[in-house]
């Protein structure tokens, strides 16, 4: 059974997890750490973007993620919101967590009174099963290696 929940400016005890979670799926080919933890500050908010959500074990730690962000895809500005950053930790995946964290996107999506999301991703087959569809593909670079991902969307009635 997995706890998930929209961190809040207050749960500054867990920005630091957040930041742990991101570093430990992107390394320093996104950012150093203090600057993820700073981002994680700062995507937070209670009643608007940016937001994060995170999913805990039965012992309250941390074993996922994922966030809400205005602007992810720098190729595509014409696309917003994203849902972004959706990890979990490798020891937990196949146990629900990632499931238990889209049930709970679906509702934060029409609280905030979002339509339509966009994500991008490698993975074929993952977020179909939540109701996300392909709809284009997405070159995006990590340093000199070039790769085509799928953009996908989501609405929300």
């Known amino acids: 059974m997995f706890t998930v929940r929209r961190l809040t400016p207050e749960d500054t005890d867990l920005m630091h997890e957040a930041a742990e979670l991101l570093y430990a799926w992107w390394g320093d080919r996104m950012h150093p750490k203090p600057e993820l933890e700073?981002?994680?500050?700062?995507a937070a908010c209670k009643d608007r973007l940016p937001q994060t959500i995170m999913a805990f074990d039965e012992e309250g730690k941390p074993v996922g993620m994922c966030q809400f962000l205005l602007s992810e895809a720098w190729s595509r500005p014409d696309l917003s919101p994203w849902l972004s950053n959706v990890f979990v930790r490798e020891d937990m995946r196949g146990k629900g967590v990632c499931r238990a964290m889209m049930e709970q996107v679906e509702g934060y999506a029409k609280e905030l009174g979002i339509k339509e999301m966009y994500l991008f991703t490698p993975h074929e087959g993952?977020?179909?099963?939540?109701g996300w569809e392909y709809f284009d593909d997405l070159k995006r670079f990590?340093?000199?290696?070039?790769?085509?991902?799928?953009?996908?969307?989501?609405?929300?009635d």
């Open 142 to 156: 990590f340093g000199d290696k070039e790769m085509t991902i799928k953009l996908m969307k989501r609405k929300f």
């Open 38 to 42: 700073i981002f994680c500050q700062h």
């Open 126 to 130: 993952l977020y179909e099963k939540w």
